[in-house]
């Protein structure tokens, strides 16, 4: 009889050893707040040292043929801690997960930023728009161009005969030529006074503003730079409607009284050409005299544009007839306006784009 019923009551022992663990793991595994709880109850049952070890070493005391029944509980009890577990974890992953995505970020009861400031135009474009103003004040129409232009706009309708010493004066950036057309990146808005004349009859008095190149680089010049053009075309049309509209284009820009001072220069696209300067906004005093200072280098005097009456040739280009009409036509260099205005001594602060700068305009 103890033959047959010490295996018949170690198979009954396993299965009670089961039992009891089977209610006990799950309360265990179901209280395991986190992961690493859960891992710490998963290994007390199914560890080396777990019970599930312990009811394993009953094992022995089980008849052979019993042992496949004894064999079959423990393994659908392995299998249902296993399933429990995953369970669990996934429970935990899920909920941490949740909390996580739950969670503000931000708290959104905080104050905002002030100090962040909000945008405002580029120095340059603030003294374009400045510029581009008064001479609308003045009656002149704003007009646009492209910076990648034909050759024949840039320079040989503004008379620059091929290889004229004027054309290395400007030395260009030239772009693979287009259907047999030479392209450069235009040197001036001067080609403006071309693309408006081409197109428009006369009377005529237009700006435009924009950006120009040359292959230049220093303190003072950038090879991508910025100019204002404007010129005026009717019967009639004299230096002294030069003077005057220039006087009156740097009395709103400087304060009335800004003195103006042409000076005889050349330009193939002009004749007569003059430099125009205006009396130095940083050392002309009150009662008209100039203390002199490095800005104008001790002369009292800027150089602030190029101008002249529009050259018979140009008009010509353009099917206007010169007999009939003449005009004036100016350039000057708005970054250079733009630095004396602000004090700025280096034009490439003006194209790094970097805020410490930028933010002080
Ligand atoms: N285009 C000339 C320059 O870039 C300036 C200019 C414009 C001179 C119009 C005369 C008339 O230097």
Redesign the pocket.
């Known amino acids: 009889m103890s033959t047959t019923s010490a295996p018949e009551g170690a198979v009954q022992a396993i299965e009670e050893g089961l039992a009891r663990l089977g209610t006990s793991f799950r309360d265990a595994f179901a209280s395991a707040p986190t992961e690493q709880a859960l891992r710490l109850e998963y290994a007390k049952v199914l560890g080396k040292k777990g019970d599930l070890t312990a009811v394993l070493a009953l094992m022995r005391n089980v008849a052979p043929a019993e042992r496949p029944r004894a064999g079959a509980a423990v393994n659908a009890f392995r299998e249902q801690v296993e399933s429990a577990f995953a369970a669990r974890l996934h429970a935990i992953t899920r909920a941490v997960r949740d909390a996580e995505l739950n969670a503000r970020p931000y708290d959104l009861s905080l104050p905002g930023r002030t100090e962040l400031g909000r945008g405002h135009a580029h120095p340059i474009h603030q003294v374009r728009d400045e510029l581009l103003g008064i001479f609308r004040e003045l009656g002149f129409a704003i007009a646009e161009g492209p910076e990648v232009e034909l050759e024949e706009n840039n320079f040989t309708k503004l008379n620059f005969p091929p290889d004229h010493p004027a054309t290395d004066m400007?030395d260009s950036f030239w772009l693979a030529s287009a259907e047999g057309a030479r392209v450069l990146l235009r040197?001036?808005?001067?080609n403006m006074?071309v693309r408006e004349m081409s197109t428009h009859a006369p009377p005529l008095a237009v700006v435009s503003a924009g950006r120009?190149f040359r292959r230049d680089d220093d303190l003072t010049h950038s090879p991508m730079f910025h100019?204002i053009?404007g010129?005026l075309v009717d019967e009639g049309v004299s230096l002294a409607d030069l003077r005057g509209v220039l006087t009156a284009f740097v009395e709103r820009l400087y304060g009335p009284g800004t003195p103006v001072r042409f000076r005889p220069s050349f330009?193939p696209?002009?004749e007569p050409?003059v430099e125009v300067d205006v009396g130095c906004v940083f050392c002309r005093k009150a009662d008209g005299s100039y203390a002199g200072c490095r800005v104008c280098k001790q002369s009292g005097w800027l150089e602030v544009?190029?101008?002249?009456m529009i050259h018979p040739e140009v008009f010509r280009h353009c099917d206007i007839d010169s007999e009939k009409y003449t005009g004036f036509?100016?350039?000057?260099g708005i970054d250079r306006v733009a630095m004396l205005k602000y004090g700025v001594p280096n034009i490439r602060l003006m194209f790094e784009s970097d805020p410490r700068f930028l933010s002080q305009f």
Not at 305 to 308: E, K, R, V
């Open positions: 400007q040197t001036h808005t001067s006074q120009v100019q053009e010129f330009f696209f002009v050409g544009l190029g101008a002249g036509a100016f350039g000057m």
